[in-house]
């Protein structure tokens, strides 16, 4: 296959490199297609000596050349070999569902299926569907095996599923190999395809000739999480690459079952990329029926301080986690209009290496110094709510023989939102973080959780695939390096690009726990003295740490910060007023790695939220305010970079002004290095 894929020119036309794949085929068979409603997206499939493939084009230019799919099974012969298509339907999907919260209040589900009937012509004579589903989005694939003598219990050990680029496209990635693997925590590299390595998803992409492509997968069930192997000596070819149970297998299963999807979300422009619905599209509506539970809120936490050394996890003289202290943010919380408290450390099992103590926690008994029920009860009296963490440090075992009595305990004391975590790189068992065993442990936690009516936030997380549209109380996650890694994470934190980077890759999953706020930017509080530039602290300026929340999307929205360092400062304002639930959003203007302008309707509210960030480089930015609705004064309260602010040198200064716009005004949006701006637009009186 090497020696034919390599000879294709970027230019052959669609129908063009199918006459080159089938033109010497014995078994060659008409090429089946599919496209997209607005017809710029076209899915050819087609069998070449056996083998299956597919491609991709938009507007009559290649994406993808014929990519193979299939599996290979232990202890039985690949479902590679042999195949021929015995039958097609197709079908068109046209919907627009509500999402009880999100980036955007209703979808469009609008999509053209085809489903291909493949069988093996010699024994054993396993079959399937291959079916493709083209939005003007992107398109998905997935195989869908129905119950059958010849295909019953089987273990997969390895998907042949290829993504062929046709072009050495630009693309931002994280690597799938390296130490911190299962936490997905590094900095984004860009390379041309054919440099790459192994590869997290999502996975962006140029072209040269400026179309964008996102790889990702959707609706994420009893299957392994699904990484990219970089082509190495294969050109511009990745292959799908499984996480693996403890003995090397990837999927364990019977027949029926069907895949995940496997995602190319493609688009015009960057900033036509978010927000992103087309794994919300493939995954089954809300199972869960009245959702009113689910209640999107800001909150603030004892947690910084840990990662600043003001406060410890474990018991001791500067244990977090006490009811003096935890009463402190209470009265914080609600003095500010913030939903819940985050307490960390409050359980036992933090004492000694926690990172090693996987079978140590409990997730009901509380320290000593800690009242979880009368803090409980304190915090409803306030109107706040008491968010309870589990961290599991990977020991699944210990986790599930508790979660019953402890989700139990949790509703039984009116709580309602659980942040776990997942500090380890295996489980104690050997299985990968990303394993199919993980995969139904994260399922099982979040069901659980739906009977006890608890949202969950979860961290070192598998990374998200849409499964919130199905359980809406799968609220938020980490899976990127987030804010902590500015306390302590070596390379004086994250760079000051790292965030535009963000919203082009990992945000496009879903939301992102990010924790922005932090507002003692040269972390003074924890250092003693206010920390050197070549020092872990935050890479922005105080106005980009504002920008953020409009900018990192999540439906828990953490102020990450020291109650303290919040006091006295009127850009705290902004957090207080901002929303965290949208009726709309649009991304106005961004380059990846370079800057992000977006602004977003609060639901429910005829507030609009701007909020725009860059890199290290200094811009200037006229924005229209066309969003705005038309024949409405809105009055803009701006909270800008302030004179002279840098990231690296005077990170603090914010110019608070307010003035009056509407849908005509062009907005002169300028941002420091390592800079932002927050809008909220309210409408005038």
């Known amino acids: 296959m090497k020696m034919y894929v390599q000879s294709w020119t970027r230019g052959m036309t669609f129908a063009a490199l199918w006459v080159t794949l089938t033109a010497s085929s014995v078994m060659a068979q008409d090429t089946l297609t599919v496209a997209s ?89 396993r079959k399937f569907d291959f079916v493709v589903r083209a939005f003007n989005d992107g398109i998905g694939f997935r195989y869908e095996v129905p119950a059958q003598p010849a295909l019953g219990e089987f273990v997969i050990s390895d998907e042949l599923t290829q993504f062929n680029f046709a072009d050495n496209a630009k693309s931002w990635w994280i690597p799938s ?22 590869i997290q998803t999502p996975f962006t992409l140029e072209t040269r000739e400026g179309t964008f492509m996102v790889i990702h997968e959707a609706n994420l069930t009893d299957y392994a999480r699904m990484f990219l192997a970089g082509p ?39 900033a036509d990329l978010s927000p992103s619905v087309l794994g919300l599209n493939l995954n089954p509506p809300n199972v869960l029926g009245d959702v009113s539970w689910v209640k999107p809120m800001k909150y603030i936490g004892i947690w910084w301080g840990m990662h600043i050394n003001t406060m410890t996890w474990s018991s001791g003289p500067k244990h977090g986690a006490t009811t003096e202290n935890t009463k402190r943010y209470i009265d914080f919380a609600a003095a500010n209009g913030f939903g819940g408290v985050l307490v960390e450390g409050w359980n036992t099992g933090w004492d000694g290496d926690w990172i090693k103590n996987a079978n140590a926690f409990s997730f009901t008994q509380a320290y000593p110094d800690y009242d979880l029920p009368g803090l409980a009860k304190y915090a409803e009296s306030k109107g706040v709510k008491i968010i309870v963490h589990n961290e599991t440090s990977g020991g699944i075992v210990n986790y599930e023989r508790q979660m019953e009595a402890a989700y139990g305990l949790y509703h039984s004391l009116g709580l309602d939102a659980i942040k776990s975590g997942y500090v380890t790189d295996t489980t ?13 442990h994260y399922r099982k936690s979040v069901e659980t959780a739906a009977k006890y009516h608890i949202m969950m936030d979860i961290h070192e997380p598998i990374h998200d695939t849409g499964e919130r549209r199905t359980y809406p109380n799968m609220m938020s996650r980490e899976g990127a390096r987030g804010q902590e890694y500015n306390a302590w994470g070596g390379e004086g934190g994250n760079p000051p690009e790292h965030e535009t980077n963000l919203y082009f890759t990992r945000m496009l999953a879903g939301p992102m726990d990010f924790t922005p706020g932090i507002f003692d930017l040269q972390i003074e509080r924890g250092t003693g003295r206010p920390r050197r530039v070549d020092e872990s602290r935050p890479r922005t300026t105080l106005a980009k740490q504002l920008a953020l929340y409009v900018v990192i999307y999540s439906p828990l929205q953490m102020a990450a910060d020291l109650p303290e360092n919040y006091e006295g400062k009127p850009a705290f304002q902004f957090i207080r007023d901002v929303a965290v639930d949208w009726e709309t959003s649009k991304t106005i203007d961004g380059a990846i790695g370079d800057y992000v302008i977006v602004a977003r309707k609060a639901k429910n509210s005829n507030d609009w939220f701007l909020g725009a960030i860059t890199d290290e480089s200094g811009r200037t930015f ?35 002004s307010k003035r009056t716009v509407d849908s005509g005004t062009n907005l002169s949006v300028v941002l420091a290095p390592g800079g932002g701006q927050a809008i909220r637009f309210t409408p005038a009186k």
């Open 428 to 440: 104690p068992e050997g299985n990968s973080h990303y394993s199919q065993f993980m995969v139904r």
């Open 622 to 656: 006229n924005v229209p305010l066309n969003f705005l609705t038309p024949g409405r004064k809105y009055t803009a309260e701006i909270y800008a970079d302030g004179p002279g602010a840098n990231w690296a040198t005077n990170p603090l200064p914010v110019t608070i």
């Open 232 to 270: 190495r000596m294969d050109g511009r070819l990745v292959k799908v690459a499984l996480a693996a149970w403890q003995n090397g297998d990837k999927v364990r299963g019977h027949t029926p079952f069907v895949t995940p999807w496997r995602t190319i979300q493609i688009a015009d422009r960057a």
């Open 37 to 125: 409603p607005d017809g710029r997206n076209k899915v050819g499939v087609a069998v070449h000596e056996g083998k299956l493939y597919y491609i991709l084009n938009r507007d009559g230019g290649s994406l993808l050349l014929p990519s193979m799919l299939g599996f290979e099974f232990k202890g039985a012969p690949a479902l590679r070999d042999g195949l021929k298509i015995t039958g097609s339907t197709r079908s068109t999907h046209d919907e627009t569902w509500t999402q009880p919260w999100g980036e955007v209040a209703r979808v469009r589900d609008h999509h053209n299926e085809l489903r291909v009937s493949v069988v093996e012509t010699a024994a054993p004579g």
């Open 177 to 198: 190999n390296r130490p911190r693997l299962d936490r997905s925590e590094f900095l984004y590299s860009s390379s041309p395809v054919s440099v790459t390595d192994s």
